[in-house]
């Protein structure tokens, strides 16, 4: 799936409008019937079929009419509505090349208008695991706006206000700066992920330094349970940055020690295999082996029943709430368990179809200054996928 950003260029004031309808009309339908579109879009002299047609041929929203004539947003048309809404805002002017690939993301530069370039990452949830989405469908039943809109934007919100409170706590993230539907714009990590460090002059102070921020994160209430070497980024001064935070849980979680013992279990397998570093006999099994870390030396880092984190309730009382923390965690679960240590590859759409990995789409910046638009009477708040997602003055 590309994102090809040059297409924003070309659209137009219906165009937005009729799209941002599809999006609304998502809220009570998978698949949004053409009548309704043209409804909630309401054009003065009608044609939203027209409008429907090109959005179509920029691959925008797709067509379904197995049980109706009918539209559903591409992640594509998603990607285009948040980044609108972020141009729109003022927080950044240009989309640049992709950086990352993740399990259920892409990310890439953007720029300011000043030049400042910052990292935008857009979530897609259901891109590797739309059998899985499927199978947890039952979890999210009755729940009617349940689809891959929401699951990507609530791991969005979930992100953003992560990455907010972790920092306002000195933890080493990306700065948050905004997030619109699926889309977290981030300050842009300046390293590598460790994954692609093959050397450290001092793999000791990182090993420390990376086992450390696993066990004040716990002593704050959260557990990462995604922490391993491609989620942990390195610069030339050795600077460690933590990244990737959708999956987070809090130490009150059933399986908190669990989660906690893995993260720990993930920094010692790599640590020994990658830099070889050894352990005394307390910290791993007597045989040296790659098994799970000894049961005995767990209270030498932490017993999570034992800790009384503040952090997790600070969150619960954010914009993201204790029942979108549980829509999350049904979904995330399994998948964390399933994907680790495979924090890339290619995948699905949302479709179930082959998906390629975006290779390098967009050389240099593209100035989407023609995507800023006055006077659009659909209002960014009238749209579900949009609502409340950061407060703006
Ligand atoms: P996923 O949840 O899909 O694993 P990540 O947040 O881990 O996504 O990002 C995937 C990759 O993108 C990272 O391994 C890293 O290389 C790159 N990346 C993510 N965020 C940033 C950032 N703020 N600055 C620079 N690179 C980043
Ligand atoms: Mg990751």
Redesign the pocket.
């Known amino acids: 799936m590309k994102l090809d950003v040059n297409a924003l260029r070309y659209l137009t004031k219906d165009d937005f409008r009729v799209l941002t309808a599809v999006e609304m009309g998502m809220r009570n339908h998978e698949i949004v019937p053409a009548e309704l579109i043209g409804r909630i879009a309401s054009l003065k002299h009608g044609g939203t079929y027209k409008v429907l047609k090109n959005l179509l041929k920029h691959k925008l929203v797709h067509h379904d009419s197995s049980k109706y004539d009918g539209f559903r947003l591409t992640y594509l048309g998603y990607d285009f509505l948040a980044i609108k809404t972020l141009v729109n805002r003022g927080v950044f002017a240009s989309v640049g090349r992709q950086?990352?690939?993740?399990?259920?993301?892409?990310?890439f530069?953007v720029a300011t208008e000043d030049g400042t370039v910052?990292?935008m990452?857009l979530?897609?949830l259901g891109r590797v695991s739309f059998r899985a989405v499927k199978s947890k469908r039952d979890y999210l039943r009755h729940r009617r706006s349940f689809n891959w809109l929401y699951l990507s934007r609530l791991?969005a919100l979930k992100?953003f206000a992560f990455m907010k409170a972790l920092e306002e706590h000195g933890f080493p993230v990306?700065n948050a700066v905004d997030c619109n539907r699926h889309c977290v714009i981030?300050?842009?990590?300046?390293?590598?992920?460790l994954?692609?460090v093959k050397e450290l002059p001092n793999p000791d102070t990182i090993f420390e330094t990376i086992l450390g921020l696993v066990v004040r994160l716990a002593e704050h209430g959260l557990i990462h349970c995604?922490f391993n070497e491609?989620?942990i980024?390195i610069d030339d001064d050795e600077k460690v940055?933590m990244?990737?935070?959708?999956?987070m849980i809090s130490v009150s979680h059933r399986n908190a020690q669990m989660y906690f013992d893995r993260d720990i279990e993930c920094i010692f397998k790599f640590f020994r295999k990658r830099f070889h570093l050894s352990f005394d006999e307390k910290e791993v099994e007597s045989d040296g082996s790659d098994s799970e870390l000894n049961e005995s030396c767990r209270p030498q880092f932490l017993d999570i029943n034992k800790v009384s984190g503040c952090l997790d309730k600070e969150l619960e009382a954010s914009g993201f709430t204790r029942k979108d923390q549980d829509d999350m965690e049904k979904f995330v679960e399994g998948d964390v368990e399933e994907d680790l240590g495979s924090?890339?590859g290619e995948g699905e759409d949302e479709d179930g179809t082959a998906c390629p990995i975006n290779d390098a789409t967009l050389d240099g910046l593209e100035s989407l200054s023609l995507i800023r638009e006055e006077g659009d009477n659909l209002q960014e708040g009238d749209s579900e996928a949009n609502q409340n997602i950061v407060q703006h003055p």
């Open positions: 950086i990352g690939v993740g399990k259920e993301s892409d990310i530069e910052l990292a990452k979530h897609r791991a992100e990306p981030m300050s842009l990590v300046q390293g590598y992920p994954v692609q995604d491609f989620n980024m940055t990244i990737d935070f959708p999956q924090d890339s």
